[in-house]
RNA sequence: GGGCGCAUAGCUCAGCGGUAGAGCGCUGCUCUUACAAAGCAGAUGUCGCUGGUUCGAACCCAGCUGUGCCCACCA
């Protein structure tokens, strides 16, 4: 869709009197995204004929809100699919939610609890229908928020993770992973969550430093006693070896023979095995393998039994006086019974060693050994990482592949079977002999006697890894699948590249025949206050964007956020930056108010080249250098660097100098003010474009009323800016005109300075003349005056000093009204500056080394600032010769 | 224990081989008819330390110090 075939548009304000002079956001924000909506802009057809441009959101948790972390990410996606659109892609910003088993079950669970029930009281089916009704209740909050935010998103293509539809997406990878034998049931320790009572994977624990105790205790007797030492006491109920390095001399001559374990009457082995570091304490370790992850390696490899001696509560089950006791009431127990005996032979404490804690409910994690279901990583990892190394996907910022490449090189095995009613139920069932059957999305269960389906549900990121392509309809091969799959780019957090991207990775390879989800994986950075601190309820720096949103509007924040994206960075922001953010749409506002309150006009062509003042000519040329900087970073990903472009360019170029510089040519009335109104309406056009991914409310709402057509959403995206009349059919650029005008500014910011230095007030009378006769200013003379805010014609004085700035004249008078002290002093430092530029200038132009190596361009540029200090000094040594003498 | 990053103005960060930048904060002056959520002007840095490469280093290399993150089975 092209500007032209926009209709009017209707409603709203229609006329720059209409706009009031301050901007207010929150009256328009929330009207303009339900517009949005019903137009069905955000829509993607499947059956259209163009390039398709994909982003799926990274599923939010059902029991989330919208933190700051999702503002940010929802607002680069936003704004690369705006801009797609507006580029006339097919544009696709698919939504939806993730089930997130653990965490929702914690949540209906402790809802529960308030009514003193637990989830066994109702029974799995009552359970899981409680979830579904909690869900539609109070989960999915966060599409409320994202319409706040101005999230694009195609809502009639919404999906959840647990849809009937990705539920068979669900089940078909299961069941040809299942008879790819890349799903596997096996026995062994697993990270256990003695809280939640399931399995977790290895990236759900998080590790941190604790402190404990660490005691030494003496197994044995006399010459064949030997200390080990343990910071969990607890599980030498469960131990059944004591483990030495093969080449230990200390120990050689036991390894064979057994020795007593303390408190329990039984005697263990003492095996040899290279896993134990002779270095480490007295170099003789507790074997306890059904409670130890490399307990178990060494038991497996000497064949020593798994004695377990806690259950799924962490409660100690071995027979004695320990029994019944949790994981840390028994270990005060044994430390104090084993003290008794004279067992301890020395205790340290504290000593901080690292402990895993569930990452959901943070109790600490018990390993325990259990049968469950696996994925074997090996095949799809190394597809995964290969199709990073062979550049059909890449990685941005290119640092991160390290990382991912660390990762997938060495993955284990990922356990996905958890023991929880909230989830995708495992599609296995249970024969009364032992059959095992995978039953398919299509298939009936075997019914009959003593068959029975599987309990657990699968890990959440299981569902999720298939994301880019379930939600798309597959197994289908659905036209939506056709046309938006694989993905463009996905966009997410560099701590979920493991999680989510490694899984997606893998499933979208394996299930779509090779097909990478997606093209580019752009990671951002973290969210973090304005000191650089991570935000945490906990810290209470935390911050609710909607609040923020609230006060300066969604703009703000959004433009904030993407302020500070620098690719894979973290970001800081605080609500100083939100409220710098605030300013720059007031400003936008009130500039755009101003341009159409004096008439400028999208109608027409622009004026020949011919007929364009040096200014109109000078705006245009930057216009067309900020359009082609702002798509180079767009497509680098380079969010901070494209929303600080178009800042500078829209706040000091076009509203501090053109807009200002209009005013005179407003005022004069005639040809040039017509010409200039054009160009006004066409700079603000274009940069309203380019503003409004980023910022898209203010700049939908001065669009419409600038241009009186439909929408900026479905406007095009700015192309080359092209003046007719002009040879440059790539985009207008007159370096002269910038030349120019760079003049003007600098003689209005000298005389300025000047005049501040000297504390004159702008109501005094005239205490600068301006004689531009004969320079390349003379056709800027009323411009210059009104900047200046000069009388427009001033008394001549006798005694003045002229200011030779690149040709220009400009007569200052110093007769009476200024302090010649201090305008010395000024002039002083000024020179001082000058002469120290022209000696290293000179330095370096001497140096024959520099001349025969220094490329061109670099010396020729050594020879400008020479000369530039050169005139400086002159300038200023003839300004302090016309000082009046005292 | 490995791997990756970062140290630049009071704060948060750009710059990554050719005169030190931005936003906020700070100091003056101004209600100039788009905007005081503004305008104009200004101050502020041996670019962590030490060496090296180069005509030239905030930028490249080495080492050091400080700091952050990720990974890892050290009892």
Known sequence: MTDNTQRPATGGISAPENLPTQYAPAEVEGQLYERWVERGYFAADAKSDKEPYTIVIPPPNVTGSLHLGHAFEHTLIDALTRRKRMQGH????????????????????????????????????????????????????????????????DWSRERFTMDEGLSRAVQTIFKKLYEDELIYRAERIINWCPRCLTAISDIEVEYQDDDGE?????????????????????????????????????YRHLVGTEIELPLTG?????????????????????????HDPNDFEIGRRHGLPNLAVMDEHAVITAHGPFQGLDRL????????????????????????????????????????????????????????????????????????????????????????????????????????????????????????????????VLDTWFSSGLWPFST???????????????????????????????????????????????????????VRDQFGKKMSKSFGNAVNPLDWMDTYGSDAVRFTLTRGANPGVDVPIGEDWVQASRNFANKIWNATRFAMMNGATVEGELPPAAELSAADRWILSRLNSVVAEVDAYYEDYQFSKLSETLFHFAWDEIFDWY??????????????????????????DVTLR???PVVPFVTETLWTTLTGRESVVIADWPAAVLVPGADAPNGFSDRAAEQEIGTVQQVV??????????????????????????????????????????????????????????????????SGVIDVEAERKRLAKDLAAAEKEKAQTTAKLGNEAFLAKAPEPVKEKIRTRQATAEADIERITAQLAALPQR
């Open 329 to 456: 009431e028994a270990r005060s127990a044994i430390v104090g019974a084993l003290r008794a005996e004279g067992r301890i032979v020395a205790e340290k404490r504290p000593y901080s060693h690292s402990v895993g804690h569930c990452s959901r409910c943070k109790t600490t994690i018990e390993p325990r050994l259990s049968m469950q279901w696996w994925v074997k990583v090996g095949p799809l990892a190394k597809a995964a990482g290969d199709a990073v190394r062979d550049g059909s996907v890449t990685i941005h910022p290119k640092e991160m592949e390290s990382r991912y490449f660390g990762w997938m090189d060495n993955m284990h095995d990922w356990c996905i079977s958890r023991q929880l009613w909230w989830g995708h139920r495992i599609p296995i069932w249970y024969g009364p002999d032992g059959e095992v059957v995978c039953v398919g999305p299509d298939e009936e269960p075997p019914s009959g006697e003593g068959w029975h389906q599987d309990g657990d």
């Open 659 to 684: 807009v200002e510089l209009s005013k005179t040519t407003f005022a004069k009335g005639g040809p040039a003010a017509d010409a200039s109104r054009r160009v006004l309406g066409e700079v603000l």
């Open 266 to 290: 039984r005697r263990i082995p003492v095996v040899a095995d290279e896993h134990v570091d002779p270095e480490f304490g007295t170099g003789a370790v507790k074997v306890t393998p059904a």
């Open 690 to 692: 380019l503003l409004h």
């Open 214 to 250: 660490l005691v030494s205790i003496r197994y044995g007797e006399g010459d064949s006693s030997i200390v080990v030492a343990t910071t969990r006491a607890e599980t030498m109920l469960g131990d059944t070896a004591v483990a030495v390095h093969p080449d230990d001399d200390r």
């Open 90 to 153: 097919e544009t696709l910003w698919q939504p939806g939610m993730d089930h997130a088993g653990i965490a929702t079950q914690n949540v209906v669970e402790r809802e529960l609890a308030k009514e003193g029930k637990s989830r066994h009281d109702l029974g799995r089916e009552a359970f899981t229908e409680r979830v579904w009704q909690w869900k539609a209740e109070s989960g999915g909050q966060i599409s409320g928020q994202m319409r706040r935010l101005g999230d694009g998103v």
């Open 472 to 526: 798309l309809g597959w197994p289908e091969r659905t036209e939506s699948l056709e046309k938006f799959y694989p993905n463009s780019v996905l966009v997410t957090g560099y701590d979920i590249l493991f999680f989510w991207v490694a899984r997606m990775m893998m499933f979208g390879l394996y299930a779509m025949d090779g097909t990478p989800p997606f093209r580019t994986i752009a990671l951002h950075g973290m």
């Open 749 to 814: 910011t000298e005389v300025r300075r000047f005049r501040a230095d000297q504390g004159l007030q702008p109501g005094q009378k005239v205490p600068a003349r301006l004689d531009l006769t004969d320079t390349p200013l003379a056709a800027h003379e009323d411009a210059i005056r009104q900047l200046l805010r000069l009388q427009p014609e001033g008394d001549r004085f006798a005694a003045t000093a002229t200011l030779p700035i690149a040709g220009a004249t400009v007569a200052l008078d110093l």
